[in-house]
T-cell receptor, first 117, second 112 residues
């Protein structure tokens, strides 16, 4: 299995709602990422998990809360979002230090299109 | 930190023409340079990559060149087709942990 999957594909939520985005991979990758992407802009890194531990938080507001329950799953919990948070949220995974050396490719999931009303 | 500049931001060509997108990077320690193609509403997909120990790599109609001294790398697409229309991102990374720095993207439009 060489695919990263994400659910849901689309999500519409109000500013007072709580929702979660889910990401799954079964490639044995030990690094997983959340990105936010606006139209025709590059993906912006939000969080990085390395061996199920949060290793990078790019100063993301606390209304976004990541969670890595195990090596295959990555969640992003959303609460009290703002309309400007509307974007495509991409999950990605890759090999990590200690895994197969020299392999850097990052695999992206299809994304969740989030609209905040 | 790393800074990746990408040009042009928009590129319009006729079907069958060649297209070239150029990127420069700032960190001489960067050693991995992927190119992603992103169609509207889809995920970024790796189309070709190059490592710092190689100067050129080709895969059918696409090729990438790397000049380590000048710290720039380029994507070349020959015999363009309408289905090549997409946003292309270059990126640079280093070390054992893959966290790329992306360029700002090039919107390629291939007119039939």
């Amino acid at each position: 299995d060489t695919e990263v999957t994400q659910t849901p594909k689309h999500l519409v939520m109000g500013m007072t709602n709580k929702k979660s985005l889910k990401c799954e991979q079964h490639m044995g990758h030990r690094a997983m990422y959340w990105y936010k992407q606006k139209a025709k802009k590059p993906p912006e890194l939000m969080f990085v998990y390395s061996y199920e531990k949060l290793s990078i938080n790019e100063s993301v507001p606390s209304r976004f809360s990541p969670e890595c329950p195990n090596s295959s799953l990555l969640n992003l919990h959303l609460h009290a979002l703002q309309p400007e948070d509307s974007a495509l949220y991409l999950c990605a995974s890759s090999q990590e230090r200690g895994q197969l050396a020299g392999v850097n490719e990052q695999f992206f999931g299809p994304g969740t299109r989030l609209t905040v009303l | 930190g790393e800074n990746v500049e990408q040009h042009p931001s928009t590129l319009s060509v006729q079907e069958g023409d060649s297209a070239v997108i150029k990127c420069t990077y700032s960190d001489s320690a960067s050693n991995y340079f992927p190119w992603y193609k992103q169609e509207l509403g889809k995920r970024p997909q790796l189309i070709i990559d190059i490592r710092s120990n190689v100067g050129e790599k080709k895969d059918q109609r696409i090729a990438v060149t790397l000049n380590k001294t000048a710290k720039h790398f380029s994507l070349h697409i020959t015999e363009t087709q309408p289905e090549d229309s997409a946003v292309y991102f270059c990126a640079a990374s280093k070390g054992g942990s893959y966290i790329p720095t992306f360029g700002r993207g090039t919107s390629l439009i291939v007119h039939p």
